[in-house]
């Protein structure tokens, strides 16, 4: 029988164990790892289609309004938003491998098209669309290189708590860019602060008709979501503010509507764009590429574990490049994978990226034929739909829970966030980033130690003293073992603990045994800092054995000369072996516990 396989093509581990394979094609494999579709499709089960199509027909419901929001809120026109979906939803089910992932245009990716291309000044909307589809093709194009050189990596560079504080910072950002439209005022230019103080000396210009209808809209969105979770209700708005709106003739009272949208499907199209014009956009497409696969990839991660499949890091990258290379050429939006879309897509019944290729269809349907529907949609109402939309991501409880956990990284996720709100979005990004580097080099330049003693609880084992005061020092010997790796930015400090660890001891230590079970090769300045670790000993009388000398780190200690400054017959193969050495030397009776140690 053939293996049982899961719509990504993974086997189960039980059908492994029982049944042999015959390898595929090189070729074959190859196709199915750049082409994902051609390995889960054809092993699609058809009692799943039912589930795909319910999944398919609730998140093209939601999508559509987010779309038209996002589009306004990126400077471009609403239908930019739909052809967003024809090109990021059909492109990411080919080449996509997470059977959930939602991938559609972002509020973050939105800001970031209109912050950048509106600090280039475009001389008319021609010029702003042609900018605006140029950065979304560069991202695009870093994405799939970067998928095919399997730099995914990349994104661990910023860390959680700065994306938590840059994705809060845009939140407030986008909200407030919204409420001059939901107060009918003219629009401001420029940062958060800007912005307000921009609302707030045109506040006698408001429109009261345009205010109730956003604050209406508003009411409705975030009650159906308290009173029914499950309710649509960014479509309930959207339908029921066009009904409204074209039952009261609400354009005729100062309410500003979206108008006609173009209908039929977009030619794609190269945009007319300077090479010079895309070396300044350049910074900013990969500022939104960072952002747009750390979010898609977290959603990605966190639906893959749920269900338990696998997700190709370096594949999602290329699928969300294509994504974006296709609606860059439709003149749609920046796509980036949405947790909320996603989990709706999960929660109505998902099994496979057919729910997606569905979504796909209906879009191409609505661009066909229903894009009049939309002539007499309230601006306000789209502002109200992005304002709820960003809503989501100001996360307080998360940011709390930082400060409790872990202060420093607390304090990045706020500094990131009061870049975006006082700077602005690409500023932010590298503050973001620089933040996160430099915590990480802060804490990899120090070295905690931990002082073993031979642990109570399990014979012949140790555990750290200060953690666990039953474990008993061996006496005249200190037992260390770096709780990381040692390497050329922390091995001076290591060699700064163990020398103040001397001056702790009672009695005196006559014989430290360092544990290196954590490092698999050493590098030059370590070898060179276990150099002085040694001299420094020595003049103290104190000798130094090392315990777990893998095979790597000791080719490197040997050539280096590290062995002979130690000492050959100071270097063991265990830490039980080495400790037990030491007892000898020192002249210490046996300890009751120790089990014989065979060097394994």
Known sequence: MPPLTSPDGATSPGTLAAVATPPASSRTTALHRAVPITRWLPRYERSWLRFDVIAGATVWGLLIPEMIAYASLAGLPPAAGLYTLVASLGLY????????????????????????????????????????????????????????????FVTSFLSKPAMLGFVFG????????????????????????????????????VSLATLAVGLISLAVLFGLERVSPKAPAGLLVLVGSIAASAALGLADHGVATVGSLPRGLPHPSIPDVRAMDLWVLLPSA??????????????????????????????????????????????????????SQSAVNDGAGARSQVSTLTAAVLSIVTVVALTPLFADL?????AALIIHAVS?????????????LVPREFWVGVVTMGAVVVFDVLPALIVGVTASVVLLVYRSSRAPISILGRSSVVPGSFADIRRHPNAAPVPGVLVIQPDAALFYANAASMQDAIVHALGDTAPPVQIVVLDLDSNDE??????????????????????????????PAREVAERAGLLDAIGAGHVFPTLGRAVEWAEERTGAPPHPDVVPDDGA
């Open 286 to 339: 990969a500022g939104m590429v960072l952002v747009i696969f750390s979010e898609a990839l977290g959603a990605a991660q966190s639906f893959a574990e749920e269900h338990e499949h696998r997700i190709d890091p370096s594949q999602e990258m290329v699928a969300l490049g294509a994504a974006n290379l296709g609606s860059g050429l439709l003149g749609g939006l920046a796509a980036g994978g949405s947790l």
């Open 170 to 205: 845009l939140a407030t950002f986008v909200a407030v860019t919204q409420l001059p439209s939901l107060f009918g005022v003219q629009e401001g230019s420029g940062d958060t602060i800007r912005q307000l103080v921009h609302l707030v000396r045109h506040l006698d210009e």
């Open 378 to 382: 309230p601006q306000a109402v789209l």
């Open 392 to 404: 989501h991501l100001m996360r307080v409880g998360e940011l709390r829970s930082y400060r409790r």
């Open 93 to 152: 089910a080919v080449f996509g491998t997470s059977r959930q992932l939602v991938v559609a245009g972002t509020s973050a990716s939105a800001v970031l098209v209109f912050s950048t291309v509106t600090a280039l000044e475009p001389k008319d909307a021609a010029a702003y669309v042609a900018l605006a589809s140029g950065m979304i093709l560069l991202a695009g194009l870093i994405l799939v290189v970067a998928g095919l050189l399997k730099l995914g």
């Open 522 to 551: 050493l590098d030059i300045t370590t070898s060179e800092e276990l150099h002085k670790l040694v001299r420094n000993l020595d003049r103290r009388g104190v000798e130094l054995a090392i315990a777990h000398l893998h095979g």
